[in-house]
């Protein structure tokens, strides 16, 4: 596999930071889409506060997408209560979600690059506010499961657009570098807070006001994209690949179903076995077919870019242990030390207050000397976080797990803007929706794993053996630090050698 073409304007300035390239500078989009699609007239440029207006619509959606992903993890004790369901089933509820947003990314980010950005944007607003409707009337455990998936279709139309939406109303490098760390310091922001928001409206209300409160932010941003947001599509769009998306959506759906179910039915039982067998066939069929495909869901092309690949792998890494950070942290306090779902939310506040401090900083960093020292600064925080609880016991300090979800927190709000910041860069700027959602399923797909293997891990513990379960959870989190660390090396800026494709 070859590296693509160097443009002049790369091969002049072959040390400069790692960032995200000006229009003129972006490789030929032929490298990487047919030319024969007709070329769209490019957009106009918005005025400085339209940009930034338009910034804060999407971010609004954003935290919508993020508190979801979330917020249900310290309604996890109430929804089995309420509706008679175990710690397995439990999973599917957040799985269902993420699961779908992963494996429909992709497709989603190409609709919008063909018919439209805001159309698409508002399209998956509505979508997910029906959802989120029959999640809170959800008569049993199977209709929220559903539910939860539908709002995974909605949210698929959301993350990677409104990323490409930001992209494409910010031409200056330095400015959208800086966008995207606000971006990625709200979508943080929601990922952390959502256990806190989630245990206050416990407080007073039942787990079904967890969905309830999606309503005023839907009509908000419906409002808001409507009169704010300008409509852009691809400047050359691309087909629909549909055996790709169902072969990728196979591969997640059965990898993460048989690392839920494994516990259940026994990891060398025949359904397992039929599970690895489907994983590792839908995964080797998406492979061949992307490979041969003129236009493919996903290029294959690109993990041969060393800074690429890093970012996908970093974005795997960092929701693996987000993800296994928050339900490990809440079914600990909850199960283990009997705090109410209030208490348990509040205690990932000091997680909120470090992604949110840190992730705008990382922006600017990038910005000013590219990814390399905030990924490193990341990868360090996310490792000594997870070392602090390697010995975790029912009777650990209340300061030690809150100073250890503060590093967690740390590390998670210096990673994103860096992962998101190089995968974009990995595409041209006509591509935007599709980089957004490639780093974005490799987001989600860590999130699934993550509750997946907490849940795992801790699924057959009493509330005293709990804390010696998820032990290993803990480590596997500092060894997501120390993959940050090594993709921190591969981004390192390289000079580019024209060769030929």
């Not at 650990?396 to 860096?418: H, K, M, R």
């Not at 780093?439 to 509330?463: N, Y």
């Amino acid at each position: 596999m070859t590296a693509p073409k160097a443009t002049s304007a790369h091969a002049a300035q072959p040390d400069q930071p790692h960032q995200l390239s000006p229009p003129d500078q972006l490789s030929p989009p032929d490298q990487l889409s047919p030319p024969d699609q007709p070329v769209r007239p490019a957009q106009p440029v918005l005025s400085a506060r339209r940009r930034w207006t338009v910034l804060a619509v999407c971010c609004l959606s954003m935290f919508l997408v993020g508190l979801d992903t979330t917020i249900v993890n310290v309604g996890l004790p109430a929804i089995g209560r309420g509706l008679d369901v175990d710690t397995r089933g439990l999973e599917w509820v957040v799985d269902a979600y993420t699961l779908v947003l992963a494996g429909l990314l992709i497709s989603s980010g190409a609709l919008a690059d063909r018919f439209g950005r805001r159309r698409v944007f508002q399209c998956g607003l509505a979508v997910f506010g029906m959802a989120s409707l029959l999640c809170a009337l959800a008569p049993s455990a199977g209709a929220l499961v559903a539910g939860r998936a539908l709002q995974g279709v909605g949210a698929s139309m959301l993350s990677p657009v409104a990323l490409a939406i930001v992209v494409n109303a910010m031409p200056d490098p330095k400015e959208r570098a800086r966008a995207i760390g606000i971006w990625a310091s709200v979508f943080g922001l929601s990922m952390a807070a959502g256990p806190l928001t989630g245990g206050a409206l416990l407080a007073g209300l039942d787990w079904r006001a967890l969905f309830w409160i999606n309503a005023p932010v839907i009509v908000a941003a419906l409002l808001l994209s409507a009169v704010f947001v300008p409509e852009s599509r691809a400047e050359r769009a691309r087909r629909l690949d549909l055996p790709g998306q169902l072969l990728l959506a196979v591969a997640l759906a059965v990898a993460v179903g048989v690392l839920i179910e494994g516990p259940r039915i026994g990891w060398s039982s025949p359904a397992a076995l039929a599970g690895y067998a489907g994983a590792a066939a839908a995964t080797a069929g998406f492979v061949w077919v992307e490979s041969r495909r003129r236009e493919p869901l996903m290029d294959l092309r690109l993990f041969g870019r060393p800074a690429f690949s890093g970012a996908v792998v970093g974005a795997v890494a960092v929701f693996v242990a987000l993800n296994m950070t928050l339900l490990l942290n809440t079914l600990y306090l909850q199960h283990t030390r009997g705090w109410t779902p209030l208490a348990a939310g509040a205690a990932s506040l000091p997680l909120a207050v470090g992604a949110t401090v840190c992730a705008p900083w990382s922006g600017r960093m990038v910005g000013r000397t590219g990814p390399r020292l905030p990924l490193l600064l990341a990868g360090g925080f996310l490792t000594a976080g997870g070392l602090c609880l390697v010995r975790l016991t029912p009777h650990t300090s209340v300061f030690l797990l809150l100073g250890a979800l503060s590093l967690i927190g740390i590390g998670f709000g210096f990673a994103n803007a860096p992962i998101t910041n190089t995968a974009v860069n990995g595409l041209p700027l006509a591509r935007a929706g599709v980089a957004g959602a490639i780093t974005s399923t490799a987001r989600q797909l860590g999130s699934a794993l993550g509750i997946a293997l907490a849940g795992g891990l801790v699924a057959a513990a009493g509330p005293a053996e709990l804390a010696e379960a998820s032990r290993p959870g803990w480590i596997l989190v500092a060894v997501c630090g120390v993959l940050l660390l090594a993709v921190a090396r591969a981004s390192q800026p390289t000079k580019t050698k024209a060769v030929s494709d």
